[in-house]
C-alpha cells in the first residue's frame, strides 16, 4: 500500500509542471511576452515621435513607427475580441 502511495505522489510530482500556468512555455508566457513586445512597440513609436516633433527628425521614421502602432493595436485588439468571443460561447454551453 505504501510502494503505491509513493508512486502516486511521485506521478503526481512530474505531472504538476505541465499543468501549473506559471510554467515556461505556457500560455501564461506566451501572453506575457505578447504584452511586453507590445508595450515596447507602443514605447519606441512615443519616442519617435517625440523625437521628430522636437528635433525635426526623418518623417518616414514617424509615419513607419505610426504604421507598426496600428497594427499593433489592430492586433490586440482583434486577440481581446477573440478572447470574449470565446468566453461568451463557454457561457451558452449547457451545464
Known sequence: MEMQTLSAI???????????P????????????????????LAASEQTAT???AVNADPHA???????????VETAVTVRNK???A????????V
Open 10 to 20: 511521485q506521478s503526481y510530482t512530474q505531472a504538476k509542471p505541465a499543468t501549473d
Open 22 to 41: 506559471s510554467a515556461a512555455g505556457g500560455i501564461g508566457a506566451a501572453a506575457k511576452d505578447m504584452a511586453l513586445d507590445f508595450a515596447q512597440t
Open 51 to 53: 523625437q521628430t516633433m
Open 62 to 72: 514617424l509615419v513607419q513607427a505610426l504604421a507598426q502602432t496600428e497594427l499593433a
Open 83 to 85: 478572447v470574449v468571443e
Open 87 to 94: 468566453y461568451q460561447e463557454i457561457l451558452r454551453m449547457p
